[in-house]
């Protein structure tokens, strides 16, 4: 059950009127500060979970900008980790001779193991910081790259203990639609005898003909019948550089998915999903400095600190509020109980796989506590 705090509330008077204590509610939501809520903040009330809830996957990247992960990353892993099928630390950039760049995991791998999560090398056509599709024509182009970088891909696999090849390549040419395609069965050919699996990242599109440089490289369809498993990624509606709205809007993203099942078997698909929104200096102006990401605990507090009342816009299914800072008005965007729960009930209705997180640095705590009661969650691979 989700309660949204009203003007008067208290943690005692809202744990008495629901057959709870003070300290449970404060525990299963991680309040940091539960002598303080803001009003419109929603709260998990604890409820028995049914012991016949769908059993999904549910993987989580995980990005760093450091050398190692930080230690907020892996104690979030820790903390997480029991509920995910997969871990995909992020990423090996794949370079123009075929090899990969270094990622130390840090720890994370044995964290994954720990907790019976699936290692995954996750590889990108990310050069320089961008999306580069010259690098993943030069990569299609080649037997002997393509060769080299499967070898070095599945040397990683065995020094993390991974059973998952993930390719997150991204803005490739609409000439290379089934180049990717012939790419990724040479890779599903080499690593299937071997017991691993394949997955990739598909961008959101809502029909086969999608015009765009992030859709057009992308056949669903075809990608689909090659791969164990899709990612969607169903977020960046509301992105850092545009205009402020909700992340993952309910409305596109149900779009996109119904969209997808009609190319790729439901039972292949994992619904993106953002754990983070964004914080927009208004007014907003392109060129303007970039929103501010943050998490939906981050996202709290600072409304607490504002003194800013939560508002919930029942079409995007999304929190938000506004702030006054140093004479500029703020709007943050970002994910609560609510959200999340029209997101699984979502997935439940489409009959998807599961459910995919970006990324795990961001600390989401009702989302774990949702998650665990709305459903099992698959351990072992698909």
């Known amino acids: ?117 699936i290692p995954t090398i996750v590889l990108t056509n990310l050069e320089e910081g961008a999306f580069s599709d010259t690098l993943a024509e030069k990569i299609f182009a080649s037997e002997e790259l393509q060769n080299k970088l499967i070898d070095a891909a599945l040397a990683e696999a065995k020094t993390h203990n991974a059973k998952d090849i993930h390719f997150d390549f991204e803005y490739l040419r609409a000439e290379d639609r089934e180049a990717y395609v012939a790419f990724l069965k040479k890779v599903k050919d080499r690593i299937s005898p071997m017991g691993f699996t394949l997955s990739a990242a598909l961008p959101p599109k809502s029909s086969a003909n999608q015009p765009g440089k992030w859709y057009a490289g992308h056949d669903y369809k075809k990608i689909g019948e090659v791969v164990d498993f899709v990612v969607i990624m169903t977020y960046e509606w509301g992105y850092s550089g545009g205009p402020p709205m909700a992340v993952s809007p309910i409305g596109p993203v149900r779009e996109v998915l119904e969209y997808a099942i009609t190319e790729i078997p439901p039972k292949k698909i994992l619904m993106g999903q953002n754990l983070y929104g964004y914080d927009w200096t208004l007014p907003y102006a392109p060129g303007n400095p970039y929103a501010k990401a943050l998490s939906p ?65 961001f600390s989401f705590p009702q989302n774990w506590q949702l998650l665990s009661e709305m459903f099992h969650v698959k351990k072992g691979g698909v």
Do not use: C
């Open 297 to 361: 605990q981050g996202a709290l507090n600072l409304a607490r600190e504002r003194n800013a009342a939560i508002q919930y816009d029942e079409k995007a299914q999304a929190p938000f509020f506004n702030y006054w800072l140093e004479g500029k008005e703020h709007v943050v965007w970002f994910e609560d109980a609510r959200s999340i729960q029209a997101k699984f009930n979502l997935l439940k209705e489409l009959g998807l796989l599961g459910i995919s997180y970006w990324h795990l640095a």
């Open 1 to 117: 059950m989700i309660y949204v705090v009203k003007s008067g509330d208290s943690l005692f008077s809202i744990a008495r009127s629901h057959g709870t204590n003070a300290a449970t509610l404060a525990a299963i939501n991680e309040l940091q500060d539960p002598d303080v809520l803001v009003v419109g903040q929603a709260l998990i009330i604890p409820s028995t979970p049914d012991p016949n809830r769908p059993e999904i996957v549910v993987n989580s990247y995980a990005e760093w900008y450091t050398d190692l992960p930080s230690k907020n990353l892996l104690e979030e892993a820790q903390r997480r980790s029991i509920l995910l099928t997969y871990l995909m630390p992020f990423a090996y950039d794949v370079k123009r001779d075929g090899t990969l760049t270094p990622l130390n995991w840090g720890g994370l791998g044995e964290i994954a193991v720990e907790n019976n999560a």
